[in-house]
């Protein structure tokens, strides 16, 4: 091989070799950070939502609201000991969110039943990955430890796109490298029968009900892999025709289920304000 030749086959090799490193740019960051939180079971946590965050924490994580909160409470929260969890909705568009506004229609579906202004969000478009993606870098500068991308779970409801649970898998693991590559860690929310497949995914699971639907045995194999379950109950409400169980049944089915007998279990009011009872 003449030298001329061998140079431009280094150079071949070399722009191979960083073409390769740049398409994998979340993975090569999941695989080196060791800051990434991954937190044990048996953890107190709060889901608070309604409104900010008290001024001082009430368990050891908490799960609030990305937008209604700034880093200052964020830090206060985080010097106080407590991990903290910044939700938002992934698989929506609300209305009155103001990062993403005016989407193409092509980009949103039907109305999330009982949620008004908000629709499903298509999860394959290029436009609602960037905003999602906006979202979790946002989270990484106001400090959060992990998000909690809610509403990936449109395959199993009316989306009006054509969601499928197979669309579902690949946009959390979007999600995953977008956390992982800020060295956030991030939990899947409900989505039960893709748990499974993206165990390796996440650090965490986010439940809601699943001893109102008898589904708390689905985590068995995630909790055994020794990830954290943080679960919340919402008890029977002052609501007319409200169907969800009383306080005193929901405490009886998990204090009688081994299935949960790992999880951060919690009850609140099911709009998220600032009631808990934890268990």
């Known amino acids: 091989?003449?030298?001329?030749?061998?140079?431009?086959?280094?150079?071949?090799?070399?722009?191979?070799?960083?073409?390769?490193?740049?398409?994998?740019?979340?993975?090569?960051?999941?695989?080196?950070?060791?800051?990434?939180?991954?937190?044990?079971q048996g953890l107190t946590w709060d889901y608070h939502l309604l409104e900010p965050?008290?001024?001082?924490?009430?368990?050891?994580?908490?799960?609030?609201?990305?937008?209604?909160?700034?880093?200052?409470?964020?830090?206060?929260?985080?010097?106080?000991?407590?991990?903290?969890?910044?939700?938002?909705?992934?698989?929506?568009?609300?209305?009155?969110?103001d990062d993403w506004t005016n989407p193409a229609a092509s980009d949103v579906g039907n109305d999330l039943s009982g949620w008004e202004g908000e629709k499903w969000a298509d999860t394959r478009s290029a436009t609602v990955r960037q905003a999602m993606a906006s979202r979790i870098a946002l989270a990484q500068e106001k400090g959060c430890d992990a998000v909690d991308p809610d509403n990936i779970d449109g395959y199993n409801n009316d989306n009006g796109l054509g969601l499928t649970s197979d669309d579902s898998v690949d946009y959390v693991q979007?999600?995953?490298?977008?956390?992982?590559?800020?060295?956030?860690?991030?939990?899947?929310?409900?989505?039960?029968?893709?748990?499974?497949?993206?165990?390796?995914?996440?650090?965490?699971?986010?439940n809601e009900q699943c001893h109102q639907y008898n589904e708390c045995d689905v985590y068995n194999d995630f909790v055994g892999s020794g990830k954290a379950v943080f679960h919340v109950e919402y008890p029977k409400g002052e609501e007319v025709n409200d169907d969800r169980p009383a306080k005193a049944a929901v405490k009886a089915a998990i204090y009688n289920d081994p299935a949960s007998g790992t999880f951060s279990t919690i009850l609140k009011n099911i709009d998220l304000d600032g009631w808990i009872e934890s268990l």
């Open 174 to 206: 979007f999600l995953a490298s977008e956390a992982h590559a800020r060295n956030l860690a991030i939990g899947l929310k409900n989505s039960l029968e893709i748990i499974d497949t993206l165990a390796d995914d996440v650090e965490f699971a986010v």
């Open 1 to 40: 091989m003449s030298s001329q030749a061998a140079t431009i086959k280094a150079l071949l090799t070399g722009l191979i070799l960083a073409c390769t490193v740049s398409a994998y740019p979340a993975l090569t960051a999941r695989q080196s950070a060791s800051s990434i939180w991954q937190p044990p």
């Open 53 to 97: 965050a008290p001024n001082s924490p009430t368990a050891d994580v908490m799960a609030i609201d990305l937008f209604d909160n700034d880093a200052t409470t964020i830090s206060a929260l985080q010097s106080a000991g407590t991990k903290v969890i910044c939700y938002f909705s992934a698989g929506s568009w609300e209305d009155w969110r």
